[in-house]
């Protein structure tokens, strides 16, 4: 029987999952996030986390071997992080492995290259606005630094070749693939859509949008949502970007921001405005950016899920922002949600959603990467969502369109 899922997408985090759905949704394809692993959530395209980003190399393998072998889809989409951030050889090996067991003759092609976000990859090492990403402030991340910008050196068996010699690679080679434009990236992919269902496509939510837009198969009609009313932005990334964007937000629009302290396990509000904003920013406190212990990260993400989710319950936000994966991944658990349905891109890396099952069934929510975006990247989100302004009476709400 032919498996009824055109694509399974495999990430290491939720942000990564949504981001790269979305590529998809936006190109008329039926595609979903699978929040559990039991979840009956399907679609043409279905994704899926495995939360292995900041994993050791061997629990990232496991995790994603396990993942991939359990899919019955037509093709696998691995996604890793664009600036190779955290266990991307394990998460590799494992995609690998797994895949092996329905094609023995199963390759792995890496190339995670999103030039839309400066992200490029030339002679098998990637470069973030033309500088190397170990020298940019990936190599100084807070969880998952990155040290070492060639992915051949990264991954084992790994090296550079030449799109055409993709066809001939032996079973269980592992490709490296340079791209450096838009154009490059789709010359591959229809080379790629061409090498067939053996390959394990590995790389970012850039390389997916070639492969939505370029794989045959009858599409719907995208019908771009846009909520309006007022937003509730959870930042839980410990990433500075995420903070200086944050900080921007804050003073443009003189929106509410409530600090959850973590050490303490207690928050304060800290109202910049003498009436309520409908913009509400909860995050993690400033002094703990740039730490280095991953378990921050956890605490971080659990203290913030439960206060957020006290204020969707009390303010009844029309959207939901969430900044980090592990956050993202937090709230939407203490939120009953089972899976999500994308509908489009708030901007470019920050998937609009809504939430599919429990008490929040339709809420729409978008996410975002911590190291993703310019100072300015909150600000546009809300103007393109319509965040803190009325709901647009000829746009359908996103639980209206939610199967």
């Known amino acids: 029987m032919t498996p009824s899922i055109r694509i399974a997408i495999v990430a290491d985090d939720l942000t990564g999952a949504s981001d790269t759905a979305v590529q998809f949704g936006r190109h008329g394809w039926s595609a979903c996030v699978a929040l559990t692993d039991d979840s ?227 928050a304060h509000a800290q109202s910049l405005v003498r009436e309520p904003s409908p913009v509400t920013v909860l995050r993690t406190s400033l002094t703990r950016v740039g730490e280095r212990d991953s378990g921050v990260a956890d605490r971080v993400a659990d203290l913030l899920a439960a206060r957020a989710v006290d204020e969707i319950v009390a303010r009844r936000p029309a959207l939901v922002g969430l900044v980090g994966g592990d956050g993202a991944r937090a709230v939407l658990r203490r939120l009953g949600a089972e899976g999500l349905v994308v509908r489009d891109a708030a901007v470019e890396g920050a998937p609009l959603m809504a939430i599919v099952g429990g008490p929040h069934d339709g809420l729409a929510v978008w996410t975002k990467a911590g190291g993703f975006g310019v100072d300015d990247t909150l600000i546009r989100i809300l103007e393109r969502t319509g965040a803190a302004s009325a709901p647009d009476a000829h746009s359908p709400s996103l639980k209206e369109e939610t199967p």
């Open 40 to 266: 009956d959530i399907t679609g043409e395209v279905v994704a899926r986390s495995t939360a292995s980003r900041a994993l050791a190399d061997h629990a990232a393998f496991e995790a994603t071997a396990r993942a991939v072998a359990g899919i019955d889809a037509e093709r696998v989409y691995l996604k890793i992080d664009s600036t190779a951030r955290g266990s991307i050889a394990g998460q590799i090996g494992g995609a690998l492995e797994g895949w092996r067991t329905r094609h023995p003759d199963a390759i792995a092609v890496v190339c995670p290259a999103y030039p839309e976000m400066g992200r490029t990859v030339e002679q098998g090492g990637i470069l973030v606005d033309g500088v190397p990403v170990d020298r940019t402030a990936i190599g100084v991340d807070p969880v998952t630094p990155v040290h070492e910008p060639s992915l051949v050196a990264r991954i084992p068996r790994a090296r550079v070749v030449d799109i055409a010699d993709v066809a001939s690679a032996e079973p269980g080679a592992v490709i490296v693939l340079d791209a450096r434009s838009r154009a490059e990236i789709d010359a591959l992919v229809l080379e790629l859509i061409n090498a067939g269902p053996k390959v394990v496509v590995a790389g970012s939510a850039g390389l997916a949008e070639s492969f939505a837009r370029l794989l045959p198969g009858e599409r719907g009609e995208h019908r771009p949502a846009r909520p309006g009313g007022p937003a509730l932005i959870v930042v839980s990334s410990l990433n500075p970007v995420s903070h200086a964007q944050a900080d921007l937000l804050i003073s443009s629009l003189s929106a509410q921001s409530i600090v959850i302290e973590p050490s303490a396990a207690e």
